[in-house]
């Protein structure tokens, strides 16, 4: 009593702890509060489930391929971006390939949905305007890298390929469907390579001559290749 209240000080001298560090400790110890470990623990994060997940971690996947590249993204910088553990993603996908693929699905509907514009040849610039868009982002940095990883490694290879969903060809069909609806072009003229010939030139306008692709390119593409296809006969 007589030593504490003598200037806060124990016998010896020695200054004693502030009365809100002291704590029951057997051997006098001043205990105070440990560092937080929720950032560092995925158990002790928010859970969160299905497609709330999903859209979490294909957005800190395509935020790591903008900073980094697909050659440094890692599984373990996704997986703490998203603030979830690195088993959540093994158990969705087997690979960094399949995971970035199906990160690319995720964000094609904000580019390649374009508007009715009242014409094909307006429909087909809208769409090829957004792949463009679409490709001088992260997605077209995962399409080199996952490209790459396809050409070295045939089980990877066969895993995209079967992951495959088709939403360039049901984009170009939505435009195509239009036009025929509007009396523009024959359905019977809508044949698959016809259909794939725009998003082909594209993809390889990107990949061996970079990018951005200008308006002009796309023009090119559509006036030269795709209207010219759409309005042949259709094959025998």
Not at 27 to 44: A, M, Q
Not at 140 to 147: F, K, T
Not at 217 to 231: A, G, K, R, T
Request: charged share 30%; glycine share 10%; no cysteine.
């Amino acid at each position: 009593m007589g030593s504490e209240a003598n200037g806060g000080r124990r016998s010896g001298g020695t200054p004693a702890p502030p009365r809100s560090e002291r704590r029951n400790d057997p051997v006098g110890t001043p205990v105070g509060p440990g560092p937080s470990t929720d950032e560092e623990d995925p158990r002790k994060r928010p859970r969160r489930r299905g497609d709330a997940l999903n859209a979490a971690i294909f957005e800190a996947v395509l935020a790591e391929l903008d900073e980094v590249g697909y050659a440094k993204l890692a599984m373990e910088r996704v997986a703490e971006r998203a603030r979830t553990g690195k088993a959540s993603l093994y158990r969705r996908w087997p690979n960094r390939a399949r995971l970035v693929m199906e990160a690319m699905y995720h964000v094609v509907p904000r580019y390649m949905d374009p508007d009715d514009t009242g014409s094909l040849r307006g429909d087909l610039l809208e769409l090829f305007r957004g792949v463009a868009r679409l490709l001088e982002g992260p997605t077209g940095e995962a399409m080199r890298g996952v490209l790459g990883e396809v050409l070295h490694d045939e089980e990877v290879a066969e895993q995209i390929r079967s992951g495959s969903r088709g939403q360039s060809m049901a984009m170009i069909r939505r435009v195509a469907d239009r036009a025929v609806a509007r009396g523009e072009i024959s359905p019977e003229a809508l044949t698959p390579r016809r259909l794939e010939a725009g998003h082909a030139l594209m993809r390889h306008h990107f990949l061996f001559q970079g990018g951005p692709i200008t308006d002009q390119v796309i023009e090119e593409v559509v006036d030269e290749v795709v209207l010219p296809l759409f309005h042949l006969p259709p094959p025998d």
